[in-house]
Nanobody, 114 residues
Framework: QVQLVESGGGLVQPGGSLRLSCVAS????????MHWYRQAPGKQRELVAI???????NYADSGKGRFTISRDNAKNTVYLQMNSLKPEDTAVYYC????????WGQGTQVTVSS
C-alpha cells in the first residue's frame, strides 16, 4: 500500500521560505520519479516540480528560480525548498509518484500572507 505523508507547511510572510517534506512508503522510492503538486482554493491541482530517479529536475514557470526539489533516497523523502514566497503560492501542497498516480497524501497547507 502506497503512503505519502507531507509536512512542513505553515504560515509565512511574503518573501519568506519553507521546506516541505514528503515521506513515501510502499514503493521502491529510489526507482520512482516524484512530483510536487499544489491546489489553491477553487483551482485545479497543478504540477509544481518534478525529480526523476536520476535526480533530474524540472519546474513549472511559477516556481522557476524560487523552488528547488530534491530527494534523499536513504530516507524515502522528497523535499521542496520554497524561497521568495508570494501570496499566490498559497495552496495545499501534495507529493505524488506518477507510477502510482491515484495515491495521494493529505497534503500540507502553505499560506503566504502578511
Amino acid at each position: 500500500q502506497v503512503q505519502l505523508v507531507e509536512s512542513g507547511g505553515g504560515l509565512v510572510q511574503p518573501g519568506g521560505s519553507l521546506r516541505l517534506s514528503c515521506v513515501a512508503s510502499g514503493i521502491i522510492f529510489s526507482s520512482n520519479t516524484m512530483h510536487w503538486y499544489r491546489q489553491a482554493p477553487g483551482k485545479q491541482r497543478e504540477l509544481v516540480a518534478i525529480i526523476t530517479s536520476y535526480g533530474s529536475t524540472n519546474y513549472a514557470d511559477s516556481g522557476k528560480g524560487r523552488f528547488t526539489i530534491s530527494r534523499d533516497n536513504a530516507k524515502n523523502t522528497v523535499y521542496l525548498q520554497m524561497n521568495s514566497l508570494k501570496p499566490e503560492d498559497t495552496a495545499v501542497y501534495y507529493c505524488n509518484a506518477p507510477s502510482y498516480r491515484n495515491s495521494w497524501g493529505q497534503g500540507t497547507q502553505v499560506t503566504v500572507s502578511s
